[in-house]
């Protein structure tokens, strides 16, 4: 611990090099962004809006419930196993998505693609937060953040380009062989551990935060229930990924049914994540100056105007500004939701903490894959955008009414006993 300081300026370069790791985390997700859902349909003859829409469920549960785990064992273990674990799982994802006969195979690859998410997306997230101690927690996941999605934008419109030159399998999951072997390098070999920042800064700040350690069980039921910030914040993010979920399979879907070329389905698949990520350079660094409440609920909002806009919309025009209103509400809420977990958990179990809000967070990649699947075989693509759109509006509301701001008061108080801050 003697060597431990907080602050970005004092952990720079190790900051950046878990900004890198975690643009490849992100990249890994968008390699099927734009084109899985054409070869469920082109390949495997899937008629049906809910079996196209699987894959996304069955990311979306495992990747939800390694995020609870990734949490646990990162707080027991240390972060730097967590994380080289969860590139070996994802190791012979790129392979099954190339070469996979069936659609049960796929299926196999976006599980093991959820559980390697789950444990690399989590524990960078848990370092950078380590890393940058109270002042600056808003720009620490900005900036993690921005890597991941932006990552997931360039990816998704590289394999919609490859595709259109060369065809959906398989080149263009050759880029995943890369992004594994230099994520699983970088991280085996030049990351290092983050827990002695962890044991400072509860030394620097346990009075003000810290009562009795929970149990894991009270841990979940206060950030799920019982913490209206924690548990404001847990749906918030269910119903964030609920509508990305749909945004995934739905979307390329609603382009494809408008007319839409491939490769301008790959544009506007990049389009959303692109202005999601680069957006989060500033959201996250703006909710440490204005607190994080009104970021959320605002945020939220705009994603439901962003939605309704890809609704009504008819040509890549539309298409594209409704994209683009999702991508700003969406960067908006993203950071800013894992910078509220940041201040309101003390850090012996912040990670834990983390771990049970991704863990709903990311059950709502399944809930809207098989909402919006559901509803658009019963009453169409439309529809289901729509549904997700009112859902969207609702939960900014819930946050609104219930929610309270988290950032000042930890803050203000850290800074008046002279904390070490960037």
């Known amino acids: 611990m003697a060597g431990a300081q907080l602050g970005l300026a004092r952990n720079l370069p190790q900051f950046l090099l878990l900004v890198v790791v975690n643009a490849f985390v992100g990249a890994m997700v968008g390699m099927e962004r734009s084109i899985l859902p054409a070869i469920a349909e082109?390949?495997?003859?899937?008629?049906?809006?809910s079996a196209v829409l699987s894959f996304i469920a069955v990311f979306g549960v495992t990747k939800a419930l390694t995020?609870?785990?990734?949490?646990r064992w990162s707080d027991r273990f240390g972060r730097k196993p967590v994380l080289v674990a969860g590139w070996?799982?994802?190791?012979?994802?790129?392979?099954l998505l190339m070469w996979a006969p069936s659609w049960a195979w796929i299926l196999v690859a976006n599980a093991l693609l959820g559980v390697s998410q789950g444990l690399t997306w989590s524990t960078t997230v848990i370092m950078k937060i380590d890393l940058a101690g109270p002042a600056r927690r808003g720009l620490a996941m900005g900036l993690n953040e921005f890597a991941g999605y932006f990552a997931v934008a360039l990816s998704a419109l590289a394999t919609g380009f490859v595709a259109t030159q060369y065809g959906p399998r398989p080149e263009p999951f050759y880029l995943g062989v890369g992004f594994v072997a230099i994520g699983l390098l970088l991280?085996?070999?030049i990351v290092r551990e983050t827990r002695e920042?962890?044991?400072l800064e509860s030394r620097l700040t346990g009075e003000l935060l810290a009562g009795d350690a929970p149990t894991a069980r009270q841990v979940f039921l206060r950030t799920s229930l019982f913490d209206p910030n924690l548990s404001s914040v847990s749906q918030a993010g269910l119903v964030n990924n609920l509508n990305d979920g749909m945004a995934w399979g739905l979307f390329p879907l609603l382009f494809g049914a408008?007319?839409?070329?491939?490769d301008q389905i790959g544009v506007l698949a990049a389009t959303y994540p692109a202005v999601w990520g680069l957006g989060q350079l500033f959201t996250g660094a703006w909710s440490d100056r204005i607190g994080r409440k009104?970021?959320?609920v605002v945020g939220m909002w705009v994603q439901a105007v962003g939605i309704g806009v890809v609704a009504r919309s008819n040509e890549f025009i539309g298409f594209a500004i409704g994209a683009v209103s999702l991508g700003v509400g969406t960067a908006m809420v993203y950071p800013t939701l894992l910078a509220a977990i940041g201040d309101v958990a003390h850090p012996t179990w912040r990670a834990s903490s983390v771990g049970v809000y991704r863990l709903w967070r990311d059950l709502g990649y399944a809930v809207g894959a098989l909402l919006a699947g559901f509803v658009a075989d019963a009453f169409?693509?439309?529809?289901?955008?729509w549904t997700v759109a009112a859902l969207t509006l609702v939960s900014g509301t819930v946050a609104a009414l219930r929610m309270k701001e988290t950032r000042s008061a930890i803050v203000d108080a850290q800074d008046g006993r002279g904390a070490p801050q960037s």
């Open 42 to 49: 082109g390949e495997f003859h899937l008629a049906a809006r």
């Open 67 to 71: 995020n609870y785990f990734a949490g």
């Open 197 to 199: 920042h962890v044991t």
């Open 258 to 262: 408008a007319g839409l070329t491939l």
């Open 187 to 189: 991280s085996a070999f």
């Open 380 to 385: 169409g693509l439309r529809t289901a955008t």
């Open 88 to 95: 070996l799982v994802a190791a012979p994802v790129p392979f």
């Open 294 to 296: 009104w970021l959320i």
